[in-house]
């Protein structure tokens, strides 16, 4: 136990020594310069293929149009930049949310900083869970430290309060009052002074860069590179295999057979998905931290959309963990806090022993009302202690109640204070079954009022050396103490909304059986009145665990393991289960569930790093809000992805077609690369802020198998693509049956595309609308890019060095109807497709919306 005394620096000295002596970070991977990234670029299909093609415009002769191609390179360049930095930019804000935290001691008040920011001379206070943030010395306090990081000995090592004089020593000194950064406090609570920061730390003088470890891609991320992969062979191939038949068959030189398939291959490369899924995931993230929930890990963005099951803990997230010692009962009388002026002497024991069993600085929120309280009822009685115990038995698996042992002023003779789960303390009392009995009773009528119980005893000890259980004691039982921790306010709604959305909600709490259903009937959690204890999964096979947890949604008095053991039978049952947990032995349950949720003020450091997301807040709300966000992020890359299968396919048409039907070039790689300056925005920019569907929260989950690459899903996109591509064709044979020159229908045909490309943004919007719907909503970037598009053609065909370099003509009202008789027919072939679609649906029982 430890005493605060220390007042810690100053915030003018730390903010000197912060200036002087850098920051607190270990060396680390830094992020992406711009010449990287432009080197990034120079390493892309699309890149080369443009290249290649300003060089063989070069040796044509055509120094305008290689200009033109190679003169796009800066500009590709330009919007990769940007696109990377706006990712890059969302990154570096979650890491600098996620990055670990400390408490220090500034100008004799404990506040939480950034670890980046602790200084040499800080004052740290450690409590279980806390990753030391730096090499440091135990001034205060017993600590249990999980060093395996540095030793690979998964023992935790006992430190003890460093005695006067002591030099902080490095790990191979085997000192028991030095601590070192990225280690674990396992158990214990002390004060420790920083010795050294940063680089100069043992773990940062053997280069390890525990926070820039480079993160795993997602299912989607890399399901979209097998995807590129493949298309890119097939477009290669093709595109090869154009440029023989136009040599070879069609007569043509070689070099315009060549432009011919570098445009086909330019049209059937998707570069887009790559740039959907990255900046679709960092921004998704990002927003879903403007939610309070931080994302430490990126690939569960795109998990959250498929919960099935929220498995919660009650103290903190459902209530407000704002726990208040509310109720008494000792000798079977009851004393309540509300508004009494004095604490009765019938109860004083019951208090002092309740505080006595209590840590001096305490963690855990149960044991601050206790503090709390005892300030309020006991400050200027006897019965106010503030003496260290001198040794402490800490609640096991075995035992849920824990034992302070106090010395006295007779020799070898020790006081006893107890406290834990009546039911442990009353077994520690070794309490007749009849008085058992009466105090379970006691207990559940407490408990159906929503408090929380713990039992009290007292105990004396005679002897030189303690036992090694507290079985061994001789425990008198004093009473019961009851905790309300009232509900929060948001949760009931948050709980129906989720149940809407076909997401299930379990409580899987330490809390007593009637503790946690009265809790569970304020919020609505469940209809099912059913409880289970951890006693009793604990009894049960995993088969016989399924069958019961699809009629169970309380579970209570559970282990840790029990609560592993519960998310793994979910997910052997085809559950998509997302956990929350704040402790140290929460930690395997977090990671082995799909989406780990840690507390992130009253959780552990060791829960934050197992967990995917981190609450901000603590609020079961929060975690609904990033369920939608997460809905709303995936539907969105379903959307653009849709939309670039689509777009490419009509492209894809008319750099082919033409070639094999001996008609004029439609298509050139200059055509190409403008309508990728539209393709691109429109992907990362608009459907990245579409807004959320009016349904969002009342459709049941997605199977976690679901991906916007699958078959099923781009079929209806494909065909999209194909009509418009029809419609375009056909509009070409018309044209040139009314005597249309080849620049003309090429520049009607362009218009034709880029219009087309509008009208499939609007359409993917909503497939279950009308094209025309998608113009109203609430995406701010719909009118700029609308008028990125009118800007474009206007340039293009107004401008006459580039409308010659694009091989068009002027447009008069002839081809300017045509080009809008063109866009109309779209415009139809979309409503049709989408009005079979829907018939074909329903017909099948099955959602509109591929």
């Known amino acids: 136990m430890m005493k605060t005394t220390h007042t810690g620096l100053s915030q003018a000295e730390a903010a000197r020594r912060l200036a002087s002596e850098g920051g607190n970070l270990l060396p680390g991977s830094t992020p992406k310069s711009l010449f990287a990234i432009a080197l990034n670029v120079f390493t892309e299909p699309m890149f080369l293929m443009l290249l290649v093609a300003g060089g063989i415009y ?235 929930v931080l994302t430490r890990r990126v690939t569960a963005v795109e998990a959250l959309g498929a919960i099935t099951v929220l498995a919660v803990d009650k103290t903190g997230t459902l209530t407000q963990n704002r726990m208040k010692m509310a109720e008494l009962l000792a000798a079977g009388e009851t004393f309540r806090d509300d508004g009494a002026n004095a604490l009765p002497e019938a109860f004083h024991e019951l208090a002092e022993f309740t505080l006595l069993a209590t840590p001096l600085d305490p963690f855990d929120p149960m044991e601050k009302a206790i503090q709390v309280f005892a300030q309020q009822w006991l400050r200027d009685t006897e019965h106010w202690h503030s003496q260290a115990p001198e040794f402490q038995y800490d609640l096991s698996a075995d035992i849920l109640a824990m034992t302070q042992v106090f010395s006295s002023t007779e020799p070898s003779k020790h006081l006893l204070a107890c406290k834990g789960a009546p039911e442990a303390v009353a077994d520690l009392c070794h309490l007749p079954a009849a008085e058992r009995d009466t105090i379970q009773q006691q207990v559940t009528q407490m408990a159906e009022r929503g408090l929380r119980v713990l039992g009290v005893a007292k105990g004396q000890w005679q002897g030189t050396e303690l036992p090694q259980s507290q079985h061994d004691f001789t425990f008198t039982f004093l009473g019961l103490v009851g905790f309300v921790d009232p509900p929060r306010p948001e949760v009931p709604a948050a709980i129906a909304e989720c149940r809407a959305a076909g997401v299930r909600i379990i409580m899987m709490t330490g809390d007593h059986p009637a503790t946690a259903r009265a809790i569970a009937q304020q919020v609505s959690l469940s209809t099912r009145s059913a409880v289970m204890t951890g006693a009793e999964v604990a009894a049960l096979s995993d088969a016989e665990l399924h069958e019961q947890l699809q009629q169970v949604d309380i579970f209570t008095r559970l282990q840790p393991e029990q609560k592993l053991r519960l998310v793994q039978v979910l997910q052997q049952g085809g559950e998509v289960v997302a956990m929350t947990g704040d402790g140290v032995n929460d930690a395997p349950a977090l990671k082995a569930a799909n989406i780990g949720i840690a507390m992130g003020e009253r959780g552990t450091d060791v829960a934050r790093e197992a967990a995917a997301l981190v609450l901000l807040d603590d609020s079961f709300a929060s975690i609904v809000a990033a ?57 990362s920019i608009v459907f990245e802020a579409e807004p959320e569907t009016n349904d969002i929260m009342t459709r049941p989950p997605r199977q976690l198998t679901d991906s916007p690459f699958a078959f099923s899903t781009l079929l209806y996109p494909l065909l999209q693509g194909i009509g418009v591509a029809e419609v375009l064709l056909f509009g070409h044979w018309l044209l040139d049956g009314q005597g249309f020159n080849a620049a003309e229908m090429r520049g009607v045909i362009f218009i034709g595309l880029v219009l087309g490309l509008c009208l499939l943004i609007l359409a993917n919007r909503d497939v279950s609308k009308s094209v025309l719907h998608g113009i109203t909503g609430g995406n701010p970037w719909i009118g700029w890019m609308f008028g990125a598009v009118v800007v474009l053609l206007s340039v293009v065909f107004t401008v006459p060095f580039l409308r010659d370099i694009m091989g068009f003509t002027a447009m008069g009202t002839p081809q300017l109807l045509a080009g809008f008789a063109l866009l109309l027919g779209i415009g139809v072939w979309l409503e049709i497709l989408r009005w079979v679609s829907g018939h074909v649906s329903q017909a099948a029982g099955l959602s509109a919306i591929p």
């Open 627 to 683: 369920i939608r966000q997460g809905r709303r992020i995936y539907d969105n890359i379903t959307k653009a992805t849709a939309f670039t299968f689509a777009v490419h396919m009509p492209i894809i048409v008319l750099a082919l077609i033409p070639a094999l039907l001996h008609w004029p070039v439609l298509l050139l790689p200059m055509h190409i690369v403008l309508l990728e300056l539209l393709i691109d925005p429109a992907c």
């Open 58 to 292: 070069l040796a044509l002769g055509s120094r305008a149009e290689a200009l033109f191609l190679l003169g796009f390179v800066f500009i590709i360049i330009g919007i990769t930049l940007a696109q990377e930095r706006k990712t890059q930019r969302a990154l570096e804000s979650l890491r600098d949310l996620s990055a670990p935290r400390a408490l220090v001691i500034r100008d004799g008040q404990e506040i939480r900083i950034p670890g980046r920011e602790v200084v040499r001379g800080d004052v740290l206070v450690l409590h279980e869970g806390d990753r030391i943030p730096a090499d440091a010395l135990l001034l205060d306090g017993q600590l249990s430290v999980d060093e395996s990081l540095l030793t690979g000995e998964a023992v935790p090592v006992n430190k003890s309060s460093a005695a006067a004089g002591t030099r902080f020593a490095p790990p191979e000194g085997e000192s028991t009052a030095s601590l070192y950064a990225s280690t674990v406090v396992t158990k214990g609570v002390g004060m420790a002074e920083v010795c050294m920061t940063g680089i100069n730390t043992a773990v940062g003088r053997i280069g390890q860069a525990l926070s820039s470890t480079q993160e795993a891609p997602s299912g989607l991320q890399q399901a979209s590179r097998k995807l590129i992969l493949t298309l890119t062979i097939v477009g290669l191939a093709l595109a090869t295999l154009l440029v023989l038949l136009g040599w070879l068959w069609d007569g043509r030189a070689f070099l315009d057979s060549l432009l011919s398939g570098i445009a086909l291959a330019m049209a059937i490369l998707p570069e887009e998905i790559p740039v959907i899924l990255t900046v679709f995931l960092a921004l998704g993230a990002w927003r879903i931290s403007r939610q309070k």
